[in-house]
């Protein structure tokens, strides 16, 4: 009998000697408990492109790297262990800046050309339109409404309360050259093709110099904000409409894969997928550390541009007072209705096609979209 006990004690001591044997990663370090792994189903490093600098709209992000990562000025990304819910993931996450660190390049594009992109943030439009060039998929909405708004003085214009009475008047609305959101406006009726201008560059100069007299694009998290509380020459309130409400449904900078790259990443996407929907959740509910950090993060970024906690602050709410984050069919978090994007993908044919631009024959909103890695179970 004590035999047979002993030889049950050397069995045990040897399995957990065993079990500690395999329990270190490549560094002797433990590697984080197989259901919250990333390590082997996704690439080391985790690449996002964004298509601008660190701010609230992509606060889900952000948070999962927490507070300890670093910040490359020269390349202009932000990198850490890839964390959900502050657990480490066995792999890493970058998330590299976008917009003029990159020339104003299309992400979808930059993704083309750089097989290290993991996910890039591209919207259903651009989606659309570099379906036959870039085929990207979207499998994960951080928004299920766009902020892009067209605002105004309300000094000015009192009267207003929509897109379509902006466009009863003959007043200028500047947009940046290009926009896909201002051909679906003027090509509905909403705005009149004279009295568009597609040479905004970002500053406020031009708006305040009219006294608001003009019409401006905008983000319902940003300007609002910034006119009221930080343009010096301003520093009064303006007033806007969301250009989601004219009937241009897009689900603005989803986070998408190459077409081509989706099944080799479907087991990435099945684990990592899942902790973006649930780090969006918690950063809605608590904001506070994340903003702190994309603060820091667009500062060491040297972005050439300046962001407040006070703002990420009103974008956040923002997010929750307009219904951006979460106002769709489905109490689902990022998932995409495949009714919206066809209206989108119908919409946009005909613009396309004005402007001799090549539309991927018989394109349909599963080519566009995928609610495939979207867990069910995270909700709002």
């Known amino acids: 009998m004590l035999a047979g006990r002993r030889l049950l004690s050397i069995i045990v001591f040897a399995s957990a000697v065993a079990g500690c044997a395999t329990a270190e990663g490549p560094g002797g370090e433990a590697p984080p408990p197989a259901a919250e792994s990333l390590r082997g189903s996704c690439p080391d490093t985790v690449v996002v492109q964004m298509n601008w600098f660190p701010q609230a709209e992509h606060g889900g992000l952000y948070r999962m790297l927490g507070s300890g990562f670093?910040?490359?000025?020269?390349?202009?990304?932000?990198?850490?262990?890839?964390?959900?819910?502050?657990?480490?993931?066995?792999?890493?996450?970058?998330?590299?800046?976008?917009?003029?660190?990159?020339?104003?390049?299309?992400?979808s594009a930059l993704m083309a050309a750089d097989s290290s992109i993991t996910l890039g943030s591209i919207a259903t439009d651009e989606a659309v339109q570099e379906a036959g060039s870039f085929p990207t998929r979207a499998v994960f909405a951080p928004l299920d409404k766009s902020p892009q708004m067209i605002m105004w003085s309300p000094e000015r214009h009192p009267d207003w309360r929509t897109i379509e009475?902006?466009?009863?008047?003959?007043?200028?609305?500047?947009?940046?050259?290009?926009?896909?959101?201002?051909?679906?406006?003027?090509?509905?009726?909403?705005?009149?093709?004279?009295?568009?201008?597609?040479?905004?560059?970002?500053?406020?100069?031009?708006?305040?110099?009219?006294?608001?007299?003009?019409?401006?694009?905008?983000?319902?998290?940003?300007?609002?904000?910034?006119?009221?509380?930080?343009?010096?020459?301003?520093?009064?309130?303006?007033?806007?409409?969301?250009?989601h409400d004219s009937g241009y449904p897009i689900y603005p900078e989803a986070l998408a894969v190459s077409a081509a790259e989706q099944e080799r990443l479907a087991p990435c996407l099945r684990r990592l997928v899942p902790m973006l929907q649930r780090s969006t959740v918690a950063y809605i509910k608590d904001p506070g550390p994340t903003n702190d950090a994309l603060v820091r993060m667009v500062r060491e970024l040297n972005a050439g541009t300046q962001y407040s906690v006070e703002r990420a602050r009103y974008a956040q709410e923002q997010m929750r007072s307009l219904g951006l984050s979460h106002d769709g069919v489905t109490p689902v978090v990022g998932d995409f209705d495949l009714t919206r994007v066809g209206k989108l993908v119908a919409d946009l044919k005909p613009l396309l096609e004005a402007k001799r631009r090549a539309v991927k024959a018989d394109l349909k909103p599963e080519d566009v979209v995928s609610n495939e890695f979207i867990s069910s179970e995270v909700k709002w």
């Not at 007043?171 to 406006?185: E, F, K, M, R």
């Not at 568009?196 to 608001?212: E, Q, T």
């Open 70 to 107: 670093t910040v490359d000025s020269q390349r202009k990304a932000v990198e850490g262990p890839l964390l959900d819910d502050g657990r480490d993931t066995g792999v890493r996450l970058q998330v590299r800046a976008g917009g003029p660190v990159t020339g104003f390049q299309r992400v």
């Open 165 to 243: 009475d902006i466009g009863r008047t003959d007043t200028t609305v500047v947009h940046a050259n290009g926009a896909s959101y201002i051909d679906y406006l003027v090509h509905s009726g909403k705005l009149k093709q004279s009295q568009v201008d597609g040479s905004y560059d970002g500053s406020p100069a031009r708006f305040v110099s009219a006294d608001g007299a003009i019409a401006q694009q905008g983000y319902a998290t940003n300007e609002p904000y910034r006119y009221e509380h930080e343009v010096e020459p301003w520093k009064r309130p303006v007033t806007f409409a969301l250009v």
